[in-house]
């Protein structure tokens, strides 16, 4: 699938934006990800906020074999288990607790735990981890937050998403400490609505193209 394999990968490395999906018609899933890869944009976070999550990530990764599917707004490790059986191949949480973050260290897959502040950043970097999405981007500080944190935390890496537009994203992506952005705004409700791929397909080219 893509060349990718297991937790061999960065997920802040595949694209300079993940779109965040919520589909309410599995049916949808194909088309969607196909209109996505095709713009450059291969990694792909499906929200487990609806009854279609699942089956969409299975569809995907049965079907469009160039894209990276992952499952977003994990909560709970019965939903760990439930994305790596569907084929999810990342994880993301807008936040954690022990026990889910054990859940997603034991999945084998690569994941994203959400941060907002420093002490949580640090909590995390002493599990080992130096991945991490945060979380609510905009308003948990933003850019200004993310810049104070790189200098007493090197290590750590980030994909902010919340509230992040192309307007924004920008200057997220120049930040030494962030890899990729997470972002809604390929995905105008009105082109999912009339099921218009290739306007997606050129909001996702748009977008591949935030980071030269």
Known sequence: MGGVTSAAFS?????PVIPVIVLDDAAD???LARALVAGGLPAIEVTLRTPAALDAVRAIADEVPDAVVGAGTVLTPEQVAAARSA?????VSPGWSPRLLGA???SGLPFLPGVSTASEVVTLLDEGLTELK?????AAGGTSHLRSLAA?????????????????????????NV????????LPPDALAAKDWPRIERLAREAAALRG
Do not use: N, Q
């Open 11 to 15: 997920v802040l490395s595949l694209a």
């Open 29 to 31: 899933a194909v088309p």
């Open 87 to 91: 084929g999810s191949r990342f994880l």
């Open 104 to 106: 997603m260290k034991d």
């Open 134 to 138: 945060f979380f609510p981007a905009e």
């Open 152 to 176: 007493p935390l090197p290590r750590a890496r980030f994909c902010p998403t919340g509230g992040i537009t192309p307007a924004t994203a920008p200057a997220y992506l120049t930040l030494p």
């Open 179 to 186: 890899g990729c952005v997470g972002g809604t705004w390929m």
